[in-house]
């Protein structure tokens, strides 16, 4: 008996047509890319690490910032980076992981920082609070050992994803994303790191924490999710816009009018792989070889030749992040 399609419309997705120049995956999480389990029935997974570059770079994908942005994800992006820069392997993380094609960020989620912070609320998501073994370790401690990986690794060219993440956090929660926000953007300036910024449901607040503070000389929203009135904003201020999968979505009109509005030397491409795949792949997992559905649809949201917006995405990611 055959797959179902239902089967196979959960699996891998196949490679989409290679783009003509070499792009920036700006921002995706790699070790959650190699945890994802097919369903019964749909197509086999890329076989580990190195499987997933080599599909991207296949299409065109030759850079990736991998953001780990917990405990664990934290050790694991330090691991593969030492790997990437020669140094031995130890764990799980393949010999060959990385090459060169992987820079790294490193923070504590908003999300993360509340459960390191001992509150366990229930948020607007209405979802109980799920404490894992890690965050045992108080938020201070979390921090501190973000920030040593920061310092240790070369690799390391980002603090994030940080930020404020208010339909997954109560009143005593956003209190504490906002502490912890604060002190990743003190640590960016204090590094001469780019800031990668995790907003949702907050972007007055997030804007006021980046005006009172003083944002880093490159910050960029991470996965931007605001319509015009954030795009005006982010221009005026020179911060960095990274559109993912939902650029590609039918009702996201209001995005689509905001890349339109953005100045193109701030703009940069993401997966936020494993998740937020594009249109019309919804509901597969996602990962940095399927990007190229998001970079189609910003050239023609922006009336630009296809080849000429991967070139102009690349400088810009160079810019940010620096050589790799």
């Known amino acids: 008996m055959g797959r179902s399609r239902a089967g196979r419309d959960r699996g891998w997705p196949a490679l989409p047509d290679a783009l003509p ?3 920036v995956d700006d921002h995706t999480h790699l070790e959650s890319v190699l945890g994802f389990e097919a369903p019964p029935g749909a197509e086999p997974a890329p076989t580990g690490l190195d499987d997933h570059l080599d599909r991207a770079a296949a299409v065109g994908v030759t850079r990736m910032v991998q953001v780990g942005c917990d405990l664990d994800a934290v050790a694991w992006t330090d691991a ?3 790997v990437d820069a020669g140094a031995a392997a130890s764990g799980p ?3 060959r992981a990385g090459r060169r094609a992987l820079l790294g960020a490193v923070a504590i989620h908003p999300n993360e920082a509340v459960l390191h912070a001992g509150v366990h609320e229930v948020a607007p998501d209405g979802l ?3 404490p894992q073994p890690r965050h045992d370790v108080g938020l201070d401690d979390a921090l ?3 920030a040593d990986v920061a310092r240790g690794n070369d690799r390391v060219r980002a603090v994030g994803e940080t930020g404020l993440d208010y ?18 953007v003190a640590l960016a300036k204090e590094l001469g790191l ?3 910024i995790h907003d949702r449901d907050a972007h007055d607040d997030v804007v006021d924490v980046l005006l009172r503070d003083g944002a880093p000389e490159r910050t960029v929203f991470h996965c931007f999710s605001g319509g015009p009135a954030l795009a005006e904003a982010c221009a005026r201020e020179g911060w960095y816009c990274s559109f993912a999968g939902p650029l590609t979505y039918p009702a996201n009109e209001d995005l689509r009018a905001a890349l339109r509005l953005l100045p193109l030397d701030l703009l940069l491409v993401e997966t936020d792989a494993p998740y937020l795949t594009p249109h019309p792949l919804r509901g597969r997992p996602n990962a940095p070889y399927v990007i190229p559905h998001t970079v189609r649809r910003l050239a023609e949201e922006r009336d ?5 917006t991967c070139a102009t995405l690349a400088t810009t990611a160079t810019r940010v992040y620096g050589a790799w």
């Open 144 to 146: 501190a050992r973000v």
């Open 167 to 184: 339909f997954r956090a109560g009143s005593r929660g956003r209190e504490v994303q906002r502490e912890a926000f604060r002190a990743h």
């Open 128 to 130: 109980e609070p799920d």
């Open 21 to 23: 120049a070499p792009v």
């Open 80 to 82: 593969v980076l030492a």
């Open 93 to 95: 993380v393949p010999q």
């Open 194 to 196: 780019a800031l990668q």
């Open 304 to 308: 630009l030749d296809l080849a000429t």
